[in-house]
Structure formats: structure tokens, C-alpha cells
């Protein structure tokens, strides 16, 4: 079982829709980050978050560390906002070594 | 500031070659890490350097390796390439201690033929 785990894998959405991407993970850790990476490309940090709520434009992130879950959302979806999302925690247990979860792969139709 | 700079961004080798790739870090970030992405496995930690120390190392054989130079700058060497190092490598770099933001590199695309 991977340690850190995300929710949808795909994620198809009419532009203009509210996305929720989720991200589980079952060891401790004391911050969690959330990339973006478009096809061919490189990634992109998002969000680094350790506690309550980050926002930045249309993105919002949010993590509750007692319950070990993080969410992105996007507001008002674009398709410019088609790409894998992956979410990733230095854990502890590994000697905060970054572990990714698998990635979303979002696409977001006009 | 420029970004995290990655050399070459496309390479092809084949089996049994070895490969030495090269990451400059943003302008005053002393930790450099470096992972592989392939579609199988996803993205998995590879190894962190920090003032010249390799201080964390993730699950590879040690046909990879890597070190960090006095400048921040690193390399990555794969040596006996088999099909499966077939992958993106990219590495990125943070100012150092604790958990900080990690910015990352284009990446480097190693096909092994």
C-alpha cells in the first residue's frame, strides 16, 4: 500500500466547475506538498502546507494533519488547468525522503 | 532569479553505457534532491545533498550515485544502464534545512536502448 495516497487517479470537468483533488496519507508528517505538472512538462510547486488553508488564485489547499488528509481544489476550472496533480509528504518514517502519491490526471473540457 | 537548470535535456544511451547528469540549483539554495519519474512507478526519491553531503538516499541500486560541489551544483551518474533507467530525471533544489519548498528543474529524458 502506498503511503501516500490521492484520489481521483482521472478527473475529466466541464471549464467553469469547482475540482476537488484528495490526498490520504498513513504515516506522520509534518507538511505536505502539492505539484502540478503539464504533459511533457516539468512540475511546478503549488502549495507547501503544514496547517489550515493556503490560497493562491483559483487554487485553495487545505490539510488537517490529525486527520492525515489534504485537498486542492480549483475554483472556476480552465482548460489551461488540464494536468497530473500530485500531492507529496517528507514522512517521517523514512527520514523525510519526499513520497509522492500516483498523480490525478485532470482534463478540463471548454 | 534564474530557475534550477538542468543538463542535457535529452539524452540517449544504450545498455551497459553510463550517464552523468547535471542540476544547478537556484542562486543561494544548498540542497539539491534528485528523482526519477517513470510511468510505472511514478516519481520516486533518488538521493538529497546538502553542503556537499549526501544526507538522504532512496531505495536504487548503487549502480546510481551522485555529488554535490562546493557551488551547490550536482551530478547524478547512472552507470551499466539497463532498459528499465529509461526515465525523466529531475532534480530540485531548496534553500537547506527542514522542509522547505523545493523548486524543480525541466528535467532530464534518458532513453536506454
Not at chain 2, 1 to 23: D, F
Not at chain 2, 30 to 44: A, D, K
Not at chain 2, 77 to 105: I, P
Request: proline residues 4%; hydrophobic residues 30%.
Amino acid at each position: 500500500k502506498n503511503e501516500v495516497e490521492q484520489s481521483p487517479q482521472n478527473l475529466t470537468a466541464q471549464e467553469g466547475e469547482f475540482i476537488t483533488i484528495n490526498c490520504s496519507y498513513s504515516v506522520g508528517i509534518s507538511a505536505l506538498h502539492w505539484l502540478q505538472q503539464h504533459p511533457g512538462g516539468g512540475i511546478v510547486s503549488l502549495f507547501m502546507l503544514s496547517s489550515g488553508k493556503k490560497k493562491h488564485g483559483r487554487l485553495i489547499a487545505t490539510i488537517n494533519i490529525q486527520e492525515k488528509h489534504s485537498s486542492l481544489h480549483i475554483t472556476a476550472s480552465h482548460p489551461r488547468d488540464s494536468a497530473v496533480y500530485i500531492c507529496a509528504a517528507p514522512l517521517e518514517a523514512s527520514n523525510y525522503k519526499l513520497t509522492f502519491g500516483k498523480g490525478t490526471l485532470l482534463t478540463v473540457n471548454p | 532569479k534564474a530557475g534550477v537548470t538542468q543538463t542535457p535535456r535529452y539524452l540517449i544511451k544504450t545498455r551497459g553505457q553510463q550517464v552523468t547528469l547535471s542540476c544547478s540549483p537556484i542562486s543561494g539554495h544548498r540542497s539539491v534532491s534528485w528523482y526519477q519519474q517513470t510511468p510505472g512507478q511514478g516519481l520516486q526519491f533518488l538521493f538529497e545533498y546538502f553542503s556537499e553531503t549526501q544526507r538522504n538516499k532512496g531505495n536504487f541500486p548503487g549502480r546510481f550515485s551522485g555529488r554535490q560541489f562546493s557551488n551547490s551544483r550536482s551530478e547524478m551518474n547512472v552507470s551499466t544502464l539497463e532498459l528499465g533507467d529509461s526515465a525523466l530525471y529531475l532534480c530540485a533544489s531548496s534553500l537547506g534545512q527542514g522542509l522547505d519548498e523545493q523548486f524543480f528543474g525541466p528535467g532530464t529524458r534518458l532513453t536506454v536502448l
